[in-house]
């Protein structure tokens, strides 16, 4: 394994290497933009400016040269350089750009390390729920391909986790990012030390704390990366003022702002004062504390002002830009019309002239028609030109809006707990999940804690993309309500379900906004046969299957069979989300069950779809039928006997609604 110095010594010996061979005149374009590029990354951790210099000159030489998988690489860098200077509305300019550079090269790992990027600027923005999508997308592309790029998704996922307090959470990003780097010497891993040593600080864990920083710093301690100096050293800083070693803790964040100041992050300069006024304040220093909050205040309101200003003037230059385009199109059309005038004005002077040639005229108006048939010709193969041209394009973007959404399916489908992990616990289930579209609106969700199986089946507002954003959002705020805050009754869950998404989506105060979701969360005692239920809308069914299958007398009634009973628990009749009973608390239904039982949970999907012979909506009724004549199977044919139901309902319509229909065998 190489020394701290070695591997500054390397890094320096690389940007050298690559200042000889830019120098020389033989060198290839589109390796000339690689290296350029390159170097801008390397050096920009010494310097962020000069760093952007080199970036900015890629990008230039890339578009003349339509080098494209150069282009996303060089405005990456420029992107997080820009980032570094506190310039996010650039930055994200430049990013997504890069984005759209590597998907229409198909290059899904440049996107991938792309969205990383963007999940850092919502991070720094503080708008941490906005961050994880983009750092998932990243992690799951590397999820198979240890190195580098799962690292850096690792650990951006376990520190956005600490941003919104989900310690536990974090550690066990950050603790599989640790694991990733046995055997490397990478400046991840000071980086890794760096974010643990902050969550344990949180977590009251000073001692821990003190020795992952104190780890993190070694590795750095003999280079200039200052960069991830002034972060380890702003740590430090908190830590030994959580410990009450001031001279110790003063003297880390002056070392962090001077490290800082040198490389031009305001973000960490910013973060530096905030620091020192938190020490000073401690020890009761308090013209001091106020002094130090001042410069944290103004350089915070600088970085807000900036992005304002700069998204502000980026509008007006392009409406501006917009605006003279059609301008310049107006006057050539004006130019057009005159031209032709002039044409048909001069045509008519020759036809008065030599009008009494009538040989002559019809030759001239022959000549005239054909120049004029011509001329439609022309313009409509131009216009079929650009018909196929805007089919193409469309074409393009339906198959990257559809390639997109394939993949947040891949991502909503490794987010829902999966069956293997249910059977450990329920070995006798069916999970019936049709999506409408490729994404789906409906999620179930589970869950085992003291000896009791938490199961949540719900159908959230709307389907298809905005229908499963909002299923994220419930997969995310139930794993923290049940796994991180411990809060395990149905009903309380439901309610602090309720306050999240309410919270999430009406920051605005935007009383219009209805988004929510329809649900039934059942905690299933197996042990001691006893159910907790909590619901939204939702019914849930509990069978108790018959000694013998169902039969049906001759007008096809059901006729019910020894031991049968069926039992309906009627939902609150209020949404999860923002309704007039918001204020109103969901009520916990308590029910005993019996070896065999059968509890069933569902979305509207399956009985609001058309078909049959009349074409109308199946209703409760069929659905009901189904089950009690197959409750009496394993879960695995009943499923089967659900299906085809379904199927054979629908038949040619199209599907109205996304299905999910949940079985459980106590």
Known sequence: MLSCSAVFSQDKKRIDSLRILLKNPNLPEKKKCWYLAQLGWDVSYYDLNEGLKYAEEAIALSKKNNFISELGHATNVAGTIYMDLGNYPVAMDYLIKTTNYYNSINDKKGAAIAYGNLGIIYTRRGEFRKALPSYFIDYFYFKNSPGRGLISALLNIGSTYHQINMLDSALYFLNTAEVQTIGMDSLQKSSIYNNLAAVYADKGDLKIAKNYITKAIAIVEDTTQLYFLAEHYLILGTIEAKLKNFPAAMAAANRALSYSKKIGVKEFEKNCYQNLSNIYELQGNSV????????????????????????????????????????????????????????????????????????????????????????????????????????????????????????????????????????????DFFILNIPKDIVSGDFYWAYALNDKMYFMCADCTGHGVPGAFMSLLGINFLNEIVIEKKIISPDLVLNELRSEIIHSLNKQGNEETKDGMDCALCAIDTKNLELQIASANNSVWIVRPPLSPMQTDENGVLKLAPGFKFTEISPDKMPVGKSPKEETAFTLKNYILKKGDCIYMFSDGFVDQFGGPKGKKMKYK?????????????????????????????????????VLVVGIKV
């Open 288 to 427: 001091k504390a106020l002094e130090n909050y001042k410069l944290f205040a103004n350089i915070k309101d600088t970085l807000i002002n900036q992005e304002n200003e700069r998204s502000v003037r980026f509008m007006e230059g392009k409406f501006e830009m917009d605006k003279k385009e059609k301008e310049i199109e107006l006057l050539n059309k004006d130019k057009i019309l005159t031209d032709e005038k002039i044409k048909h004005d001069k045509n008519l002077i020759n036809a008065f002239i030599f009008g009494g040639i009538i040989l002559l005229l019809a030759l001239c108006l022959a000549i005239y028609a054909f120049a004029n048939k011509r001329k439609a010709n022309k313009k409509l193969h131009s216009l079929n030109n650009e018909i196929h041209r805007q089919k193409n394009q469309l074409l393009e973007k339906n198959t990257a809006i559809t390639d997109s959404i394939q993949y947040a399916r891949r991502i909503q489908t490794a987010l829902l707990t999966s069956e293997e992990y249910i059977r450990k616990h329920l070995p």
């Open 622 to 658: 069929l659905l009901k039928e189904t089950i009690l004549r197959n409750c009496h199977l394993p879960m695995a044919e009943q499923k089967r006997a659900l299906q085809k139901c379904f199927a054979v309902w629908k038949a040619d319509f199209e599907q109205v609604d996304d």
